[in-house]
């Protein structure tokens, strides 16, 4: 006959305890809970993504924690294993032997369900550094984390050892759930080991300490599980003892529709157990139909272990009444089960019962017995020695370590020798260096200054070279132009009132002097428009020229882009001038007032013989609407609107300023 596992009580126990992480403040708890499952995910995800650039504290080390323990809670190991590793390796980078030993016990937490060696020997590691710390509570915890280790696997004795020393270490602890469980784990490993009666013991020391929790105000929920739980514990001892009256009077008093309500799968177990128990008394009644019960409830919810152990029961049941085609059904489908889920000890159980009930195919059945058995006991004898053997090579590399690190002692020291020395060197070629750019930017600035000088003193002549243009432009007018226009007026008025022939041709000769008048005028504009400074000088030398002398006399980096193949000399000089003078100016503008890094000054040619000037600076920008047009903005658009053409610009404070001009370079033919 099967013995009724433990598996759903022990897991409960350990997965309830293994949550139990401590969580950090800085989480916003109440807007997570109310999140949904998949939304959780996408929660923390975008939380270790906004970490990344976070510098490694105790708060973010702390975060990084609570974002595994939660990844770990929705189910999702390998997101919480790789929070955890970046948790320890922020923590040994940070000498911080607290979460270093906490990350360790993460990330055994997320191989315990996949790799128990793997989890086996983080726990080890995490306990090692809880010693160092004396955190003797965390020493029992993960002692106890390495005893369910290896009862998983089988291996009692050394499972019994584990729990000893954890019971040593919280001795003086006030964590009675931590207590609890071990209590209840050694009296699991005890039950296996044949020791029922020192299981019992333990059993009943752990509902001692559901006593104490109650005390303290633990959640009351909480303590009904652990409650439930240790009764089918106990009640389970008794049926191995035969004392099935015992069982029977603990289970049936269990049984009530709040724990029904509440907690359907506590309730399918004590239902299932107490049905056991009944029919091993030889009590019958109702039996068969609290069976399929607990059944029904185990399977809408899908515990695969639950339902597995449910029918091994009822195949059993079946037996007792004589029915073996019912028995045999119930008990294939149990043993289809432990094979999917790899529950080794169900397999045996189930070929056990369908090798004696099963006559035709009992050889069949006996011989997958045998090689079930066999294949388990390679297992088992394969992987008896492997924990003793993490024992053992951990703490040679640890004696490795202090070996190590004594000689990584000494390599510290004259490594900190040399580097002081290379630091030395290179700080005093740092300052040799830093002297001589200081002595190059001294004398940069003085011919910087010098230019200046020179180029103010150039302004200065160009201007004076103007004043004495326009003297000479007025005197010509005065002198020459508005005397001969005045005595051709005089004349005209003496002729005008005179009508005869000789009169009128008299009239006609003042006439072609107003147009002599006319041509010298001309000849004047035509002098003013030509300009030297454009005579046999080409245009874009000359503007790339402007903008190269700006390296010397401005901050800002002044680029010139145009149009290589557009002639220069096909264009007449009143465009170029204008062009010229529009350029000076913004250059001028952008010196004074823009604190621009940057300006790029690019003319183009589009189409329909159009020409477009952009001059684009990154500097502080104005508001067009408050700040008056000053002289040189009043300037550069009346010269655009001397050459029929489109002046337009933007600027905004803080992103800079950007001025256009396009014309038709035809227009003035």
């Not at 029918?311 to 149990?334: N, P, R, V, W």
Request: hydrophobic share 35%; with cysteine; net charge positive.
């Amino acid at each position: 006959m099967i013995t009724r596992t433990k598996f759903f009580c022990l897991f409960l126990i350990f997965f309830i305890f293994s949550c139990k992480k401590s969580t950090t403040v800085l989480f916003d708890k109440s807007h997570f809970d109310g999140l949904s499952g998949n939304r959780k995910e996408k929660y923390l995800d975008s939380l270790v993504g906004s970490l990344k650039s976070k510098k490694n504290d105790a708060t973010v080390r702390d975060i990084y924690l609570k974002i595994a323990a939660e990844y770990y809670y929705i189910n999702n190991p390998k997101k919480s294993l790789d929070v955890s590793l970046k948790s320890l390796q922020l923590s040994k980078d940070s000498n911080d032997s607290i979460r270093i030993a906490k990350s360790l016990y993460y990330v055994g937490d997320c191989y315990e369900n996949s790799k128990k060696d793997t989890a086996y020997f983080y726990y080890l590691k995490a306990q090692k550094v809880y010693e160092k710390i004396q955190d003797n509570d965390n020493v029992g915890r993960m002692l106890f984390n390495k005893a369910y280790v290896l009862f998983y696997d089988g291996n009692y004795v050394e499972c019994e050892v584990e729990i000893s020393k954890a019971l040593q270490y919280l001795k003086k602890s006030t964590n009675h759930q931590l207590i609890y469980s071990c209590n209840t784990l050694m009296g699991n490993c005890l039950e296996k080991l044949v020791n029922y009666d020192k299981a019992l013991w333990y059993h009943k020391m752990a509902l001692s300490d559901l006593e104490k929790m109650k005390i303290n105000d633990n959640d009351k929920n909480e303590i009904n599980n652990y409650n439930v739980t240790s009764i089918i514990n106990i009640c389970n001892l008794h049926d191995l003892k035969g004392e099935f009256p015992k069982s029977i009077k603990k289970l049936q008093a269990l049984l009530s529709e709040e724990l029904k309500k509440k907690w359907t799968r506590l309730y399918a177990n004590v239902l299932s157990n107490l049905a056991y128990s009944k029919m091993r008394n030889g009590d019958y009644e109702n039996v068969e139909s609290m069976f399929f019960e607990s059944l029904k409830i185990v399977d809408s919810i899908g515990i695969e272990p639950d339902i597995l152990y449910k029918k091994i029961h009822i195949g059993e049941y079946f037996l007792t009444q004589k029915d073996t085609i019912k028995s045999i059904e119930s008990l294939k489908e149990a043993n289809q089960l432990a094979i999917k889920i790899k529950s080794s000890n169900e397999i045996l159980t189930s070929l056990k019962l369908l090798s004696k009930i099963d006559k035709k195919k009992s050889l069949f059945y006996t011989n997958e017995y045998i090689k079930v058995s066999d294949s388990i006991n390679i297992v088992q004898k394969n992987t008896h020695n492997k924990y003793a053997r993490i024992e053992y090579e951990t703490s040679r590399i640890e004696d490795e370590n202090k070996v190590l690190t004594k000689k990584n002692f000494y390599i510290l020291i004259i490594s900190f020798g040399l580097i002081l020395l290379l630091v030395t060197i290179i700080v005093m070629r740092y300052l040799k260096y830093k002297n001589k750019k200081l002595q190059f930017l001294k004398k940069q600035q003085e011919a910087n200054e010098e230019i200046y000088q020179l180029l103010t003193e150039q302004h200065e002549k160009i201007n004076v070279a103007k004043e004495n243009e326009k003297a000479k432009i007025a005197k010509e007018l005065h002198d020459g132009v508005m005397n001969k226009i005045y005595g051709v007026r005089m004349n005209l008025g003496f002729f005008n009132s005179k009508i005869d022939a000789k009169i009128i041709e008299k009239r006609k000769e003042y006439i072609f002097e107003l147009q002599n008048i006319e041509n010298e005028i001309r000849t004047i504009s035509h002098d003013l428009s030509r300009g030297s400074f454009f005579e046999g000088n080409d245009f874009n030398v000359l503007l790339s020229s402007l903008i190269e002398n700006q390296k010397d006399i401005s901050s800002t980096q002044f680029k010139y882009l145009n149009d290589e193949t557009f002639a220069w000399a096909t264009i007449q000089n009143i465009y170029k001038i204008n062009l010229y003078r529009i350029i000076q100016e913004a250059i001028l503008n952008i010196n004074k007032y823009a604190n621009a890094k940057n300006c790029e000054i690019r003319i183009q040619k589009k189409k329909d013989n159009l020409l477009k000037l952009s001059i684009t600076d990154d500097g502080d920008g104005f508001d067009l609407k408050k700040k008056n047009n000053g002289i040189g903005l009043s300037n550069m658009k009346e010269r655009a609107n001397s050459l029929k053409g489109q002046f337009n610009i933007e600027s905004k404070i803080g992103e800079g300023t950007k001025i256009e001009v396009m014309f038709n370079f035809q227009t003035l033919s």
